[in-house]
């Protein structure tokens, strides 16, 4: 058991390498404990992650596209972005807490995570990945919806990010423009599904850090269509109605549990 375990273990010291090897001078990061080191590797990807996908992105909408996919008076301030921006950096080394504390758990064996696709086999491993999906959804629907159930957990936490609440608020940076303990609470389930089902250690890892690109993605105010994803279509109507649209990654969530408000549904209304 400990030999595959330092399979985990050699897995994120390569990443700390490549990360804080091409950032950093060894002398810098080398003493410092490996868990230390997870985290600072995730903090600065995450960094670089927000700033690129999020500049990239809100140069090909407002710029590049400029009133293609979101009319002029819809495009959100700069003000607005760096307010959202600064709420992000805020929150940035709290939310690195989350993906060091998960890789330090597998690392010592206490989840099911698994390091290598050959030990279980493909067909495993895509049945697992989409329980493991399927629990993240489930989790987070719910935990987002008791965010705004709870009074306290909404006025104390999940209101931070509900001042984005009109069509030229959001933006691509509002994405992770949360309260640290609220952005913690809602990537929970990532690791709480660790617990239930086997999972491979690095397409956990991959599917926390996509939650950046993702959730950028769903505060574009562009709806894709795209049956049957949560896109940002779905989700703008979430900040103005705060009632609708919970989930994640699918509708599905929403429809099981009567919440889900159609965009195109409320397009044809105002028709």
Known sequence: MEDYL?????????????VLGTFLPESWWGPLPHMLQGWLRNYIGGVLLYFISGFLWCFYIYHLKRNVYIPKDAIPSKEAMLLQISVAMKAMPWYCALPSLSEYMIENGWTKCFARISDVGWPTYIINAAIYLVIVEFGIYWMHKLLHDIKPLYKYLHATHHIYNKQ????????????PLDGILQAVPHVVALFLVPMHFTTHIALIFMEALWTANIHDCIHGKVWPVMGAGYHTIHHTTYRHNYGHYTIWMDWMFGT????????????
């Open 6 to 18: 330092k399979l985990f273990v050699e897995e994120t010291s390569f990443y700390n390498r490549l």
């Open 168 to 179: 030229n608020t959001l933006s691509p940076f509002a994405g992770l423009a949360f309260h």
């Open 260 to 271: 889900l408000r159609d965009p195109v549904e409320e397009d044809a209304k105002k028709m």
